[in-house]
């Protein structure tokens, strides 16, 4: 195998989250040589542009993509959430290794003691999909903007005043801050995540067998089935940023849940639906069709 290159965002959590796939290739092929690529996007240039205005959900991945496709580099290390439902022509994801915990959470400052249930909080987001749901679910809620690396937004949540803020789970898990952190899950059933959240994609040349099949080794496969589905129901809903919609695909026994969220439009409160069944591809297309009645 020759030297190999990745490539991924330059943010901590990119490059820790690029750090865990090249650990895992190791273990599998501690001859192998593998440079890891920082590349910056747009998506983390424009801290202040919401993500619609500038480019909607393939902002984090276009430069990297591009790189890939001329071969700068030889595979790619994504946040699944960050990639759109159709990939460039000639990439293919190749791996997904076990996700990581897929909900949100609201991380409060140290020693509060006001919780979501309570209402009336200033809470930090600027996802819109987030923004609906706590519209939705809970009382007198007030969003203030924020957008930026993990640790931008918690030194935002001390330097604004604000009750808290909220973010992936996954995130906090992979950089190590979450058991050091005053937080709360958020359950999917009145919370849905984003589509692929905690979920990685490593993603490859379609014509580059042999890193292809490198990639394959620390792929999960229950994993594969959340993220096919999931991206179906995306696919489906023609999604990206600028459209508050969620989906979770989790396995639980022999049994699949699928929560989904869509609010159609600025007027749209939005709502979620649950669909239990063997098939995780099946029931997005159901969730698909009852969000769209």
Known sequence: MRNLKVGT????LAMKQTELVVEMLKAKHPELEIEIVGISTLGDRDQKSKLSEIGGKGIFAKEVERE?????IDFAVHSLKDLPAILPEGLVLAAHPKRANPLDCVVYPEYSEKRI???GLRLGTGSSRRIKQLELHFSEVETVPIRGKIETRLEKMLDEHLDGV???CAGLERMGYLEHLLYEPLCPDSFVPAVGQGILGVECRMDDEEVFQ???EISDLETEQMAIAERKFLELMNGN???PLGALAQKFDEEWVFNAFLAKD??????SVRFTGENPLSLAVQ???ELMK
Request: proline residues 3%; contains cysteine; charged residues 35%.
């Open 241 to 243: 940023c600028d459209i």
């Open 166 to 168: 909220v973010l992936a």
């Open 287 to 289: 969730a698909y069709e």
């Open 214 to 216: 490198l990639l394959k």
């Open 9 to 12: 965002r330059k943010s901590p």
């Open 266 to 271: 600025d007027n749209d409160a939005g709502r």
């Open 117 to 119: 249930s309570d209402g």
């Open 68 to 72: 890939l496709i001329d071969s700068e």
